[in-house]
């Protein structure tokens, strides 16, 4: 946006900021566009941004795909950073979001995009050039893509543009990623499961416990506002038990990572693309799998910020805290990342938010959560 723009700053603030009213957009999109903005943002509104429909700034718009980070820059400051949730080409929707206001065309910005996460972060452009190798003097001059090699070269060192940024806002140091070494395999060398593991992992009482679990935690994400996902393969047994099926078709792109790190964590709390909590469940007295999960995610998203919360019963404290300390886990600080969860808080604070429908957040479990130091 050019500083000072009056146009610009009235558009801002009336589909950025104060965001729009799905009823007014959803008429005007493919039944698959409403499919996602629905998937996304379930019944809340949405921040729409539009773009001149020129040749140049449609060839840049048609490189726009779901889950790309965008900018929006005024001047010598990045304003706001989010993620593309979809896109569509529509006069239509243009006239019915945004007006000239200085009546000297008739021109629209049918190149419009729809933005999860948005988030005002003002931060200087330059830092956004010193990450991405562009020189200080370089300036940006309307709708503009950054250079394939320079994302690239960015995520050769970072993970996630969006987790780095906020990293920047919050005055801390973002990680580089690390080279994925054997070291895990070096390191990492789970002893024998003996006879009794195995009949402890199978029994019909370990799994019951494992849905129980689950069931709670999922319960308590859809009080804290949060979309909340399983692993396909648990959604069945969930449905069975207790009746309830209103999951996500898929594990939406396009959030910090890889679908393919996060989608089989037992629970996932989820707003828009931003995860705001992970929970592994273990039951059985090889309780690795769950840190070998979240390792995998230091790895890949070392920017990572949400908490991630090993939930076991109070008799299984002692065998995670020894898992934690093996060298693999201490070399990524795991321990700093990952909490402990007990069943019995899980019950307790299940028990206490029974009849509140709202007014829950991760942040109170993650409260009674413990350290595994």
Same mark, same amino acid.
């Given at each position: 946006?050019?500083?000072?723009?009056?146009?610009?700053?009235?558009?801002?603030?009336?589909?950025?900021?104060?965001?729009?009213?799905?009823?007014?957009?959803?008429?005007?999109?493919?039944?698959?566009?409403?499919?996602?903005?629905?998937?996304?943002?379930?019944?809340?509104?949405?921040?729409?941004?539009? @773009?001149?429909?020129?040749?140049?700034?449609? @060839?840049?718009?048609?490189?726009?795909?779901?889950?790309?980070?965008?900018?929006?820059?005024?001047?010598?400051?990045?304003?706001?950073?989010?993620?593309?949730?979809?896109?569509?080409?529509?006069?239509?929707?243009?006239?019915?979001?945004?007006? /000239?206001?200085?009546?000297?065309?008739?021109? #629209?910005?049918?190149?419009?995009?729809?933005?999860? /996460?948005?988030?005002?972060?003002?931060?200087?452009?330059?830092?956004?050039?010193?990450?991405?190798?562009?020189?200080?003097?370089?300036?940006?001059?309307?709708?503009?893509?950054?250079?394939?090699?320079?994302?690239?070269?960015?995520?050769?060192?970072?993970?996630?543009?969006?987790?780095?940024?906020?990293?920047?806002?919050?005055?801390?140091?973002?990680?580089?990623?690390?080279?994925?070494?054997?070291?895990?395999?070096?390191?990492?060398?789970?002893?024998?499961?003996?006879?009794?593991?195995?009949?402890?992992?199978? @029994?019909?009482?370990?799994?019951?416990?494992?849905?129980?679990?689950?069931?709670?935690?999922?319960?308590?994400?859809?009080?804290?506002?949060?979309?909340?996902?399983?692993?396909?393969?648990?959604?069945?047994?969930?449905?069975?038990?207790?009746?309830?099926?209103?999951?996500?078709?898929?594990?939406?792109?396009?959030?910090?990572?890889?679908?393919?790190?996060?989608?089989?964590? %037992?629970?996932?709390?989820?707003?828009?693309?931003?995860? %705001?909590?992970?929970?592994?469940?273990? /039951?059985?007295?090889?309780?690795?799998? #769950?840190?070998?999960?979240?390792?995998?995610?230091?790895?890949?998203?070392?920017?990572? /910020?949400?908490?991630?919360?090993?939930?076991?019963?109070?008799?299984?404290?002692?065998?995670?805290?020894?898992?934690?300390?093996?060298?693999?886990?201490?070399?990524?600080?795991?321990?700093?990342?990952?909490?402990?969860?007990?069943?019995?808080?899980?019950? %307790?604070?299940?028990?206490?938010?029974?009849?509140?429908?709202?007014?829950?957040?991760?942040?109170?479990?993650?409260?009674?959560?413990? @350290?595994?130091?």
């Amino acid at each position: 946006m050019a500083p000072g723009n009056p146009e610009q700053m009235v558009h801002y603030q009336d589909t950025i900021k104060n965001k729009v009213a799905q009823d007014r957009i959803l008429k005007y999109l493919s039944f698959d566009a409403k499919a996602m903005l629905r998937e996304v943002f379930g019944n809340q509104p949405v921040p729409v941004w539009g @773009s001149r429909n020129s040749p140049a700034n449609r @060839s840049r718009f048609e490189k726009m795909r779901t889950g790309d980070d965008v900018l929006i820059v005024e001047g010598k400051r990045i304003k706001l950073l989010g993620k593309i949730t979809c896109k569509v080409i529509s006069s239509d929707l243009s006239r019915e979001l945004w007006h /000239n206001l200085k009546g000297d065309t008739k021109e #629209g910005w049918d190149l419009i995009y729809f933005i999860a /996460n948005a988030t005002e972060i003002d931060l200087p452009f330059n830092t956004f050039k010193k990450l991405f190798g562009y020189k200080l003097p370089y300036t940006l001059r309307g709708f503009s893509n950054v250079a394939e090699e320079k994302v690239r070269e960015f995520y050769d060192q970072f993970d996630d543009l969006y987790s780095v940024l906020l990293k920047v806002k919050h005055d801390e140091k973002p990680e580089t990623k690390q080279p994925f070494v054997r070291e895990m395999e070096l390191t990492f060398q789970p002893k024998a499961i003996e006879a009794e593991e195995v009949d402890e992992i199978l @029994s019909e009482q370990e799994l019951s416990d494992h849905v129980r679990m689950q069931w709670k935690l999922v319960r308590l994400g859809l009080k804290s506002g949060a979309t909340v996902w399983v692993p396909k393969n648990d959604q069945g047994r969930i449905q069975a038990e207790y009746e309830f099926s209103e999951f996500p078709k898929e594990f939406a792109a396009g959030i910090d990572m890889p679908a393919k790190y996060v989608e089989n964590i %037992d629970v996932i709390w989820k707003e828009e693309f931003r995860v %705001d909590g992970a929970f592994e469940i273990e /039951n059985s007295t090889a309780i690795y799998s #769950g840190l070998l999960r979240f390792a995998d995610l230091k790895i890949v998203a070392p920017n990572s /910020n949400y908490p991630l919360f090993i939930v076991a019963p109070l008799s299984k404290k002692g065998r995670l805290i020894e898992q934690v300390r093996r060298p693999t886990f201490q070399k990524l600080e795991l321990s700093q990342k990952v909490k402990y969860l007990s069943y019995e808080v899980v019950d %307790d604070v299940d028990k206490f938010f029974a009849d509140a429908k709202s007014g829950f957040s991760v942040d109170i479990l993650a409260g009674k959560s413990e @350290s595994v130091f």
